[in-house]
Every structure is written in C-alpha cells, then in structure tokens.
C-alpha cells in the first residue's frame, strides 16, 4: 500500500502562485509515476500533471501548460511537488496527488487505488 498526504492548498488571488506538495509513504518503491488531478465543483475529476519517474518526463494538461510545473523526487522520502503560477478563478478546485504502479495516462491514475485526500485550492479576488 502506499500512503499519499497533500498539503500547501489555500486562498490566492488572481495572478498569484501556490505551491502544492505531496508526501508518500509505505511501498513508494512500487510507484511508477505520480501526479496531481483536480476537481471543481460539479465537474469531473480532470488530469493536471504527471512525472514518470523511471525517466522523470513530466507531463502536462493543456490548460495549464506554461503555468505549472511538476516535480519531484522517489528517492527514499518520495516528495511530489506542483508549482503553480499566474492562478486563474478557474483554477479554483481540489488538487488530488495521485500514484500508479504501472503507467502514466490520465486512465492509468484514474483506475489506481492510491490516491489522497485533496487538497483545497482557491482563486478568488
């Protein structure tokens, strides 16, 4: 099993940046590739980013490309990280950290078990 705890979530105003974080613990070695989704209100759950970590390319959705940046490290603490700059209103949502053991593809996370319990996100002026 593996353990995932999200925190940095908060309130920022338009233009504003945010630093999420993501602690795993338990069998982190099986982890294939971690990432971060979000979920608004009425929405469905939506991809964010990812990095594999066997060779570390990192992926992105298109509506936050240029903006956020993903990264980590899966060395014996496993750390994941989403830096977010020039936050949008529709940004505003819950960030979920998410692992696979196999795979990468937003389906690969969406059909995992490991994922955590979110972290709230709010862009508001």
């Known amino acids: 099993q593996v353990q995932l705890v999200e925190s940095g979530g908060g309130l920022v105003q338009p233009g504003g940046s945010l630093r999420l974080s993501c602690a795993a613990s338990?069998?982190?070695?099986?982890?294939?590739?971690m990432g971060w989704f979000r979920q608004a209100p009425g929405k469905e759950r939506e991809f964010v980013a990812a990095i594999n970590w066997r060779d570390t390319s990192t992926y992105y959705a298109g509506s936050v490309k240029g903006r956020f940046t993903i990264s980590g490290t899966s060395a014996k603490n496993t750390l994941l990280y989403l830096q977010m700059n020039s936050l949008k209103p529709e940004d505003t949502a819950v960030y979920y950290c998410?692992?696979?053991?196999?795979?990468?593809?937003?389906?690969?996370?969406?059909?995992?078990?490991?994922w955590g319990q979110g972290a709230q996100v709010t862009i508001s002026s």
């Open positions: 998410a692992a696979t053991a196999g795979g990468y593809s937003p389906a690969d996370f969406l059909k995992s078990p490991y």
């Open positions: 338990g069998r982190t070695f099986s982890t294939y590739a």
